[in-house]
């Protein structure tokens, strides 16, 4: 069964760093493309970021490029997303979501967790 | 800046059929942007439904199907059932990125 299973949410001043972590199992993760999608209170989804299986390949949303990095370790099965210099739109709860082996989909969600940006 | 459009709200009796749509800025919408369909209720994560314009997951049922239609990506609901109440959002792809539309909120009536 897979699972995704995100943790590092919490309440973080204006200009500040936190890090989110998604541990994945159930499949084989370093074949696999990940992504982070958000959505802030009372909006739709936003696409973040990307990474590819062996991590070779990242690509960002033009709102979150150049303050957040999206990477992984095969080895625990678990991508991570750094998030730095936040800002109160970045509120919102960070989804981390499996995307495909071959083609272009994503299948596998997490529960997400909160990101709160204030002061 | 990308903007991908779908219809803010629609009402469907239980057992009708309806159709939601996802429009792309940059012009028509064509399997090239390979057009995934996501459910979202509130309180749950966002669930996949539709890939690369009219593929299902192994957990869709066969009521959601997908399409293209004039110049844009399409849901199709067909005998509506009233847990299919909730957010639907299609995801686009850009090359290297994706974006989402801004949604429909699905109301069952």
């Known amino acids: 069964e897979v699972q995704l299973v995100e943790s590092g949410g919490g309440l973080v001043q204006p200009g500040g760093s936190l890090r989110l972590s998604c541990a994945a199992s159930?499949?084989?993760?370093?074949?696999?493309?990940m992504h982070w999608v958000r959505q802030a209170p009372g909006k739709g989804l936003e696409w973040v970021s990307r990474?590819?299986?062996?991590?070779?390949?990242?690509s960002y949303a033009d709102s979150v490029k150049g303050r957040f990095t999206i990477s992984r370790d095969n080895a625990k099965d678990t991508v991570y997303l750094q998030m730095n210099s936040l800002r109160a739109e970045d509120t919102a709860v960070y989804y981390c979501a499996r995307g495909a082996r071959v083609g272009f989909l994503i299948d596998y969600w997490g529960q997400g967790t909160l990101v709160t940006v204030s002061s | 800046q990308t903007v991908v459009t779908q219809e803010p709200s629609l009402t469907v009796s239980p057992g009708g059929t309806v159709t939601l749509t996802c429009a792309s800025s940059?012009?028509?919408?064509?399997?090239?942007?390979?057009p995934n369909w996501f459910q979202h209720k509130p309180g749950q994560a966002p669930r996949a439904l539709i890939y690369?314009?009219?593929n299902i997951h192994s957990w869709t049922p066969a009521r959601f199907s997908g399409s293209l239609l004039g110049g844009k990506a399409a849901l199709t609901l067909s005998g509506v059932q009233p847990e299919d109440e909730a957010e639907y959002y299609c995801l686009l792809f850009y090359g290297d990125t994706w974006v989402f539309g801004g949604g429909t909120k699905l109301t069952v009536l």
């Open positions: 690369s314009t009219n």
């Open positions: 940059t012009g028509a919408v064509t399997s090239g942007y390979y």
């Open positions: 159930g499949f084989t993760f370093s074949s696999y493309w």
């Open positions: 990474i590819k299986g062996d991590g070779s390949r990242t």
